[in-house]
């Protein structure tokens, strides 16, 4: 037989009695077995595959080296190392699954945190909406009142002109009954006339003007004489004396339906009669503007 | 004693050899440094800070010690041996550092989330 022939023989022959016997795996394999089986039921088969992968091939080499030389420090040097890679797989299982948790609470964070934000933005831009419904109406009532506090003013400043452009003439005084204007009759009419005076026309004029801007007021129209004469004549006077004033208003724009005229005659003296300044001052035209 | 006995007392060195290749093996310069930078990329990633962790770190380094000083002995078959699975342990002791902070980070993220969830309208 050739050295080459003899030397594979024996080579066979240990390999053969080395292989066939049952000798139990060292507890580095029976480790790396079990972790390898774990790491392949876990999460490593899905998330971290490569590292699976590179496991199961350090397992198998672990296993052939068992079957070719079953209690050699290699077999067991190559389960160490094939135990140490299963776990790794495991671990970047674990990893990959920890990272994917993380990204999705970042993404939720991100989308409540919008959704809040939108939420809070819309509801400053609604109170802002608000806020600025409330200043617009607030202004414009506060438009209105100056307009009608302007045209009130106006109005008052007006009487007040005319009524000051006539105080020379008429006296004008604030009674229950109304505004009480009295004009002197020596003003307004010659002695014993009902015919008005031409500038107790002009005078008028301006009442009438100052009146109209109050709008629609009442008027009453008195006329009031001494005790001077018949009391009939007196009355008769002091009417017709009532209805010129009432005509020239109308004439000037007053309604018709709005004045009224009286004569009142001596019964209603503002001074005594005993006197000619007395007598003077009875002597009158009162108009109420009520 | 037959002369098959006598051949294979005469080759058991050899096939020793051939089997476990023993005897004037290389001094492992390349694995050291391999096995050495596993364990520093261990370190940065924290695994002093978990416990399973520390302990292949631990297990890394008390092989790397060994592995260092057979390597001075000139036994470089042993010393590869013992920095192959040094490497193993530091890649693994990165591996559960890894895992360790992922699963914090994770845990953060989702207690913020729980937060704005919690305070909302």
Partial sequence: MS??????????????????????????????????????????????????????????????????????????????????????????????SANRRREAAERAYKEVTQTELKLARAKVAKSKEQLEKERR?????????DSAE?????????????LDSIKEIASIKEEA?????????????????????????????QVAESIKHQGSKKLIVEGHTDSVGPITANMRLSQQRADAVREHLIGRGIPSGDITAVGIGPDRPVAE?????????????????K | MTSITRFVHAHAVCVAAVLTGCGGAPSPVDQLATTQGSIR?????????????????KLAKEQLGKAKTLMQDEDNEEATRLLQRAESDAELARSLARRHSAEADASEAQAEVDKVKGAGP
């Fill in chain 2, 41 to 57: 990329g261990a370190e940065e990633a924290g695994a002093s800070g978990e416990p399973d962790a520390a302990l292949h770190l």
């Fill in chain 1, 177 to 205: 009954r109304g505004v009480v204007i009295t004009l002197s009759g020596a003003v307004l009419f010659a002695s014993g006339r009902a015919t008005l005076l031409p500038i107790a026309k002009s005078k008028l004029d």
């Fill in chain 1, 3 to 96: 050295e080459t022939i003899k030397r594979a023989g024996v080579l066979l022959l240990i390999g053969a009695v080395l292989g066939c016997s049952k000798i139990p795996p060292p507890k580095e394999l029976v480790t790396a077995r079990a972790d390898y089986a774990k790491a392949q039921k876990g999460l490593a088969a899905k998330l971290a595959p490569a590292d699976l992968d590179t496991a199961k091939q350090a397992l198998d080499a672990a296993e052939a080296a068992f079957d070719a030389e079953p209690e050699e420090q290699r077999t067991r040097d190559l389960a160490y190392i094939a135990d140490r890679r299963a776990l790794l797989a495991e671990a970047a299982g674990g990893t990959e």
């Fill in chain 1, 150 to 162: 302007r045209a009130r003013a106006s109005m008052e400043k007006d009487l007040r002109a005319a």
């Fill in chain 1, 273 to 289: 009669n005993t006197s000619p300044e007395g007598r003077a001052n009875n002597r009158r035209v009162e108009i109420i503007v």
């Fill in chain 1, 137 to 145: 109406e607030r202004e414009k009532a506060e438009v209105a009142r």
